[in-house]
């Protein structure tokens, strides 16, 4: 899975979730941060990550956090909810390279923010892009299902 900035390239996602520029706020509706930027998946063209920057000032920069898409919900125009107090979303765990997390790094992400990692749900979708269903259970044994209609059928030819 490659990920890459909304804002890098010309990257076509649906215009739900272009939310660059919202506020993020918390459980006190408490405003948290700006999206500055969407780390989006190249192929999917699907949001993974809301990337926010905390602290800072002037040409200083602050702490970029990594947000997991899925611990985000829309609540209103230009705005985005997150269900914790601002303080726990800054102690959230940072990669390395902001705009590069590894796996391990995605996964303690995803953890401090309890939410199943994306490709969780990516593994359940098998290749036609739908969910496993599975096949619906017989409850009776084949055969005797063939005997009823077969006995239902000799009934009909009687009358």
Known sequence: MT??????INMDIHPMDNV????????????????????????TRKPRYAIIEIGGMLSI???????PWGALQRGGVSRMDINMPSEQVQL??????PMEP???????????????????????LDSTGTEDIPAP??????????EKLELEKNEQDDE
């Open 3 to 8: 990920l890459t900035l909304a804002s890098s």
């Open 20 to 43: 660059v520029g919202y506020y993020i706020y918390d459980i006190m509706d408490a405003d948290v941060a700006e999206i500055k930027d969407l780390l989006v998946d190249v192929e």
């Open 61 to 67: 920069r602050g702490k970029m956090i990594l947000i």
């Open 92 to 97: 959230a765990p940072l990669p390395l390279i």
């Open 102 to 124: 590894t796996q391990v790094e995605e996964e303690s992400i995803h953890s401090f923010f309890n939410i199943d990692p994306y490709w969780y749900e990516e593994e359940s």
């Open 137 to 146: 259970k017989i409850s009776e044994p084949l055969e005797e299902i063939t």
